[in-house]
T-cell receptor, first 112, second 114 residues
Framework: EDKVVQSPLSLVVHEGDTVTLNCSYE??????LLWYKQEKKAPTFLFML????IEKKSGRLSSILDKKELFSILNITATQTGDSAVYLC????????????FGKGTKLTVNP | ETGVTQSPTHLIKTRGQQVTLRCSSQ?????VSWYQQALGQGPQFIFQ???????GRGNFPPRFSGLQFPNYSSELNVNALELDDSALYLC?????????????FGSGTRLTVV
């Protein structure tokens, strides 16, 4: 059965800290790994990774994928209170319909 | 601003009743997927529609059914509601089945079954 595991499940930091969120996966027919930020309801797209070792960056956020070890990390530097959210990792499968298999998410709280 | 709109935003139903949730996909998107997100969990894939046909289904019973219309909007129907059906239901649209970028999610419908 396809599985995505995120750690930690919850994290509390102070503004300015750097955080690393982890995502490991076991899926058949891997196509891509995606990170989403969910603040209230709609998950918003952050990154899609398909190749190992190539870092994707957007401002203070960055992510990298290791397809050999089957994991990805999401880094957030100089955290701000607006980064407080649930960060979801999802793996996209290929072949016919492309479903996303999600982890439970990491709830990040950034205190001032 | 998200291009996917869902209605209603909140809904309370009684166990055993039936419910219909609606989703208007983003302009230019012809594929719609539905996900169920229970409290404290990640979203779980229910099914996907492409060009008005079901194109894959997750581990959900047949009382979960759907439709996609010619304008690519979609409905999720749930019959014989159970307490465990209480969740946030998310709709996601994309351009084509094998898309090369992230899905666009709607804000969801919060369903409470009492």
């Amino acid at each position: 059965e396809d599985k995505v595991v995120q750690s930690p499940l919850s994290l509390v930091v102070h503004e300015g800290d750097t955080v690393t969120l982890n995502c490991s996966y076991e899926v058949t027919n891997f196509r891509s790994l995606l990170w989403y930020k969910q603040e209230k309801k709609a998950p918003t797209f952050l990154f899609m990774l398909t190749s190992s070792g190539i870092e994707k960056k957007s401002g203070r956020l960055s992510s990298i994928l290791d397809k050999k070890e089957l994991f990805s990390i999401l880094n957030i530097t100089a955290t701000q209170t607006g980064d407080s959210a649930v960060y979801l990792c999802a793996v996209g499968t290929q072949g016919g319909s492309e479903k996303l298999v999600f982890g439970k998410g990491t709830k990040l709280t950034v205190n001032p | 601003e998200t291009g996917v709109t869902q209605s209603p935003t909140h809904l309370i139903k009684t166990r055993g009743q039936q419910v219909t949730l609606r989703c208007s996909s983003q302009s230019g998107h012809n594929t719609v997927s539905w996900y169920q997100q229970a409290l404290g969990q990640g979203p779980q894939f229910i099914f996907q529609y492409y060009r008005e046909e079901e194109n894959g289904r997750g581990n959900f019973p047949p009382r979960f059914s759907g439709l996609q219309f010619p304008n690519y909007s979609s409905e999720l129907n749930v019959n014989a509601l159970e307490l465990d059906d209480s969740a946030l239901y998310l709709c996601a649209s994309s351009r084509g089945v094998q898309r090369d970028y992230g899905y666009t999610f709607g804000s969801g419908t919060r369903l409470t079954v009492v």
